[in-house]
């Protein structure tokens, strides 16, 4: 019996050693331990054989389990070991390669110089007050000093909705009436930045959409040259400190007096050029004193407080500032344009 099983030890550990593959490895396994292996057959015939014999027998088959089993470990650590280094060498990646880039967003060249120009006023002590896109006709011209059938309506042709009264806002102005309910009596000094619509042709210098930032600054004893200092300021944080700027005067029911700001044309340097028409001045911005009739439309006393407003278009100074010619590309959604920005 013993010599059997030394004969059983040796072949299955050379067999062992002759294999290279999981699933063969798996075969040994269970033949080597299996039901019908000598291993197991040894043990359940152990009553059987002579007294003296069977704890020889025992420790040996014992023994021999042992070997085989550590054996069997090795190889296995060996094959799996070697299997990896296979498939490692076989899907071998080159880390050196470039990768493919992960597309990058980015904000809108609107949103981006609707920042910088609220971020300049932040810095002159305005905060942002935002206000909604669908307003009525009564904040959007009634309450700012153009009734119907004025002939400022033309200028601002709107779109109207099924629901009486309901339009999308044709400029930022509603704003200043919400602000001025909202803080009355309490001074104010905010920007409103966002999207107005107008129902409009569209062509190389007007949209339906486009943005608008207007200010609003309320309080006792605002004087025009107050109006005058603080947009000079403005127009220097954005445009350089030695920009010039003049005020020429203009309409608008909601102000009173009203005027339009223009900076030296920065292509030119005021000499002339395609960008400014020859004129050698960028029209920016409208502005004005509050009228005493939209101040009391927001609540304030026109006897005692006083204010200045202004509106400006962030997609026509970015025109100004990038020299693009058409306005029609901000919202066309081509990459080709927004991306160079
Ligand atoms: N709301 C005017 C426009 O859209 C601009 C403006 C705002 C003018 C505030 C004066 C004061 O043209």
């Known amino acids: 019996m013993i010599d059997e099983l030394n004969q059983f030890e040796k072949e299955a550990l050379g067999k062992l050693a002759g294999l290279n593959d999981s699933a063969s490895l798996q075969a040994w396994k269970s033949e080597a331990f299996g039901k019908q292996s000598l291993l197991s057959t040894a043990l359940t015939a152990l009553g059987t054989l002579p007294k003296d014999e069977r704890p020889l027998v025992g420790k040996r088959t014992n023994e021999i389990k042992q070997a085989l089993t550590k054996a069997f470990d ?26 493919r880039p992960a597309r990058r967003g980015r904000l809108h060249i609107a949103t981006q110089t609707l920042r910088q120009i609220c971020a300049i006023w932040a810095d002159m002590g305005f905060q942002v007050y935002r206000s ?31 629901l009486p009264d309901v339009i999308l806002r044709t400029h930022t102005s509603p704003g200043q009436i919400h602000a001025m ?6 001074p104010i000094r905010v920007v409103l930045p966002g ?62 007096p009203s ?45 005692t407080y006083s204010g200045f407003a202004f509106g400006m278009g962030p997609e026509r100074i970015a025109m100004l500032k990038y020299k693009i010619e058409d306005i029609r590309y901000f919202w066309g959604n081509d990459l080709r344009f927004l991306e160079q920005f």
């Not at 190889?75 to 071998?92: I, M, V």
């Not at 000093?145 to 309506?153: D, G, S």
């Not at 999207?195 to 025009?224: C, H, N, P, W």
């Open 259 to 303: 005027a339009e700001m223009d900076v030296e044309c920065f292509v030119c340097g005021g000499k002339g050029c395609s960008v400014c028409k020859r004129s050698g001045w960028l029209e920016i911005l409208g502005c004005g004193m509050v009228h005493p009739a939209v101040l009391k439309n927001g609540g304030y006393d026109p006897k």
């Open 181 to 186: 309910r909202e803080f009355c009596p309490h």
């Open 195 to 256: 999207m107005v619509y107008r129902y409009e042709q569209i062509t190389t210098r007007s949209e339906i959409q486009f943005d608008q930032i207007e200010g609003l600054a309320v309080g006792k004893g605002i004087r025009m040259t107050d109006l005058k200092g603080t947009l000079t300021d403005f127009a220097r944080r954005m445009f350089g400190a030695s920009v010039r700027t003049r005020f020429r005067a203009d309409h608008f029911p909601f102000t009173e």
């Open 132 to 162: 909604r896109e669908v307003e009525s006709d009564e904040y959007n011209f009634e309450l700012l000093n153009i009734p119907k059938h004025h002939p400022a309506r033309d200028m601002q042709d709107t779109f109207y909705t099924t």
């Open 74 to 99: 090795e190889k296995e650590a060996a094959l799996r070991a070697a299997e990896l280094e296979h498939s490692l060498r076989a899907e071998a990646l080159d880390v050196t390669l470039p990768g």
